[in-house]
């Protein structure tokens, strides 16, 4: 997502810088940042480096890493903020700051499923964070190699639900990229919304192996998915982000995208950590917090903890 949306800025005119590692930086220092989309491909020159502190401070910062390699992240983010910088957040799953200005009675909470330490918190300052939703799907083909496969729509907002003049200019450049953009309210609904899928369809797929037609075409499967939908739906409604939807319409939506391999199963295969405390430790400790019991969240999160455990793909 991260080489997908730096592709767009930088074909739009911005000067962009990625932090890249190992093969990957190699690839992007050698032949740009490379986008299959559409039946084309397309390269753009971006500065690249494995040291933050080459690239400088930046107006814009767009973290797209998966969960678990956010801790590693945000210890070596500094050099790259300034008193002005925006933090664009554009990750699966519950962020570290869900809680900051939302929540009513649960404001303000830090959650430990997602930053235990609080090492995240301490890098990056509340002040510096707006929110992104993705609607979209990409792959990495090889190193330095982005395919666009369909989506895009972005949805970005402050926490807090104020329209400020950054969140709004910042939905300008995005929109000046070629993204279809959204500035919402109540950002927190929108994760929220996302997450209600993704938590139930990309466990399910790393476990089974099976592409989301396949998981939802099971009657028992699908009950069981259901299940787990509404006890987030109860949360979402306790923290002031109810969901207006019964599960069967939500499963309506993903059965249109046709058979496609989720993320996590994707990570699955190809050896890398899964991020299952975004998707669904997070659900069972709001689920805590707020007093909804979660016997099917818990299992779907024992099983899935359990299978990449035995893997070495979670800690």
Same mark, same amino acid.
């Given at each position: 997502?991260?080489?997908?949306? /730096?592709?767009? %800025?930088?074909?739009?005119?911005?000067?962009?810088?990625?932090?890249? =590692?190992?093969?990957? +930086? *190699? @690839?992007?220092?050698?032949?740009?940042?490379?986008?299959?989309?559409?039946?084309?491909?397309?390269?753009?020159?971006?500065?690249?480096?494995?040291?933050?502190?080459?690239?400088?401070?930046?107006?814009?910062?767009?973290?797209?890493?998966?969960?678990?390699?956010?801790?590693?992240?945000?210890?070596?983010?500094?050099?790259?903020?300034?008193?002005?910088?925006?933090?664009?957040?554009?990750?699966?799953?519950?962020?570290?700051?869900?809680?900051?200005?939302?929540?009513?009675?649960?404001?303000?909470?830090?959650?430990?499923?997602?930053?235990?330490?609080?090492?995240?918190?301490?890098?990056?300052?509340?002040?510096?964070?707006?929110?992104?939703?993705?609607?979209?799907?990409?792959?990495?083909?090889?190193?330095?190699?982005?395919?666009?496969?369909? /989506?895009?729509? %972005?949805?970005?907002?402050?926490?807090?639900?104020?329209?400020?003049? =950054?969140?709004?200019? +910042? *939905? @300008?450049?995005?929109?000046?990229?070629?993204?279809?953009?959204?500035?919402?309210?109540?950002?927190?609904?929108?994760?929220?919304?996302?997450?209600?899928?993704?938590?139930?369809?990309?466990?399910?797929?790393?476990?089974?192996?099976?592409?989301?037609?396949?998981?939802?075409?099971?009657?028992?499967?699908?009950?069981?998915?259901?299940?787990?939908?509404?006890?987030?739906?109860?949360?979402?409604?306790?923290?002031?982000?109810?969901?207006?939807?019964?599960?069967?319409?939500?499963?309506?939506?993903?059965?249109?995208?046709?058979?496609?391999?989720?993320?996590?199963?994707?990570?699955?295969?190809?050896?890398?950590?899964?991020?299952?405390?975004?998707?669904?430790?997070?659900?069972?400790?709001?689920?805590?917090?707020?007093?909804?019991?979660?016997?099917?969240?818990?299992?779907?999160?024992?099983?899935?903890?359990?299978?990449?455990?035995? =893997?070495?793909?979670?800690?």
């Amino acid at each position: 997502m991260g080489g997908w949306i /730096g592709h767009g %800025l930088a074909l739009s005119g911005a000067a962009v810088s990625v932090v890249a =590692r190992g093969a990957s +930086l *190699a @690839a992007i220092e050698q032949h740009g940042l490379q986008l299959h989309q559409a039946g084309t491909q397309t390269t753009q020159p971006v500065r690249a480096s494995a040291m933050p502190a080459e690239l400088g401070v930046q107006n814009l910062v767009v973290v797209s890493v998966k969960a678990p390699a956010l801790a590693e992240v945000a210890r070596h983010i500094a050099p790259l903020i300034g008193p002005e910088t925006t933090v664009m957040t554009a990750m699966n799953g519950v962020p570290w700051w869900f809680l900051q200005g939302f929540g009513g009675a649960f404001a303000g909470r830090s959650l430990t499923s997602i930053d235990p330490q609080g090492v995240v918190a301490k890098a990056i300052a509340p002040q510096h964070v707006v929110g992104c939703v993705v609607h979209a799907s990409c792959s990495t083909d090889s190193p330095g190699v982005v395919r666009h496969h369909f /989506g895009n729509k %972005l949805i970005i907002g402050e926490p807090s639900g104020v329209k400020s003049h =950054r969140v709004l200019q +910042l *939905a @300008a450049w995005l929109e000046k990229a070629g993204f279809e953009m959204t500035v919402s309210e109540q950002i927190q609904k929108d994760i929220w919304f996302k997450l209600w899928g993704n938590m139930t369809v990309n466990p399910i797929s790393a476990l089974t192996g099976a592409t989301t037609d396949l998981i939802l075409k099971d009657d028992l499967v699908r009950g069981f998915i259901s299940s787990v939908m509404l006890e987030a739906k109860e949360i979402g409604a306790r923290l002031g982000i109810a969901i207006d939807q019964q599960p069967e319409h939500r499963h309506a939506v993903t059965l249109k995208l046709g058979a496609f391999k989720t993320s996590m199963l994707q990570d699955v295969e190809a050896g890398k950590a899964v991020e299952l405390d975004a998707l669904v430790t997070a659900v069972k400790e709001l689920g805590t917090l707020t007093g909804v019991a979660t016997p099917c969240t818990d299992a779907l999160l024992g099983l899935s903890r359990l299978h990449a455990r035995v =893997r070495g793909l979670y800690v």
